[in-house]
């Protein structure tokens, strides 16, 4: 079946440092989400990418997705420690009623 | 605009008993999708409803069941409880099912004992 590999799954940076997380679909995707749930909370939606070879930013958070719509990544400049959380991808099928199917997410932790 | 709420919000449940978890949708949405995440783990999808009917399905046994009603409010069951049921519930809603975002409500936290 349609799969969505997130890697890292674990990333410890320095605060200041720069964190970027991939995910790779098995298939062609519609549009890629991406969540971010911080620590004791619940995933909330960050950004949607519709278009091939797309590029979103929000303020130090930038957004690709790939020219073939099968590979996409967030990528958090001089991270904070309000940045600390597991951040998900998420993208539908197109073989079974558009079900989102999940990368395993990675967490972003910042060392002491 | 009032959020995805899911209550109750904290249980303690004795293995071998069921349990009920309730969903409201935001107001409008008419998907509703029903995940488990155990400790350090991802999202475990369980199913997702739309207009009252099961669209989808995950991997999980027939002891977990859900429903929605006619204003999108929806239900989830877990019968026979097992100790590994143990997880945070999420119920998710969006406007349509067609790969959508979807908002997340707080989630239920259950603990089988």
């Known amino acids: 079946g349609q799969q969505v590999m997130q890697i890292p799954q674990y990333q410890h940076v320095q605060e200041g440092e720069d964190f970027t997380t991939y995910c790779n679909s098995s298939?062609?995707?519609?549009?890629i989400q991406w969540y971010k749930q911080r620590p004791g909370g619940h995933p909330v939606f960050l950004i949607q990418?519709?278009?091939s070879g797309e590029v979103k930013k929000q303020k130090r958070l930038t957004f690709q997705f790939g020219e073939a719509k099968k590979n996409s990544s967030l990528h958090i400049t001089a991270t904070q420690t309000t940045d600390v959380g597991t951040y998900f991808c998420?993208?539908?099928?197109?073989?079974?009623?558009?079900?989102?199917?999940w990368g395993a997410g990675t967490k972003l932790i910042i060392k002491p | 605009k009032a959020g995805v709420t899911q209550t109750p919000r904290y249980l303690i449940k004795t293995r071998g008993q069921q349990v009920t978890l309730s969903c409201s949708p935001i107001?409008?949405?008419?998907?509703v999708s029903w995940y488990q995440q155990t400790p350090g783990q991802g999202l475990q999808f369980l199913f997702e409803?739309?207009?009252?009917?099961?669209?989808n399905k995950g991997n999980f046994p027939g002891r977990f069941s859900g429903r929605q009603f006619s204003n999108s409010r929806s239900e989830m069951n877990v019968s026979t409880l097992e100790l590994g049921d143990s997880a945070l519930y999420l119920c998710?809603?969006?406007?349509?099912?067609?790969?959508?975002?979807?908002?997340f409500g707080e989630g239920s936290w259950l603990t089988v004992v």
């Open positions: 998420a993208g539908p099928t197109q073989d079974s009623n558009y079900q989102l199917i």
């Open positions: 107001s409008g949405h008419r998907s």
């Open positions: 990418l519709v278009k």
């Open positions: 298939t062609t995707l519609s549009n």
């Open positions: 409803y739309f207009s009252e009917t099961q669209r």
């Open positions: 998710a809603s969006s406007w349509s099912t067609s790969g959508n975002t979807i908002y």
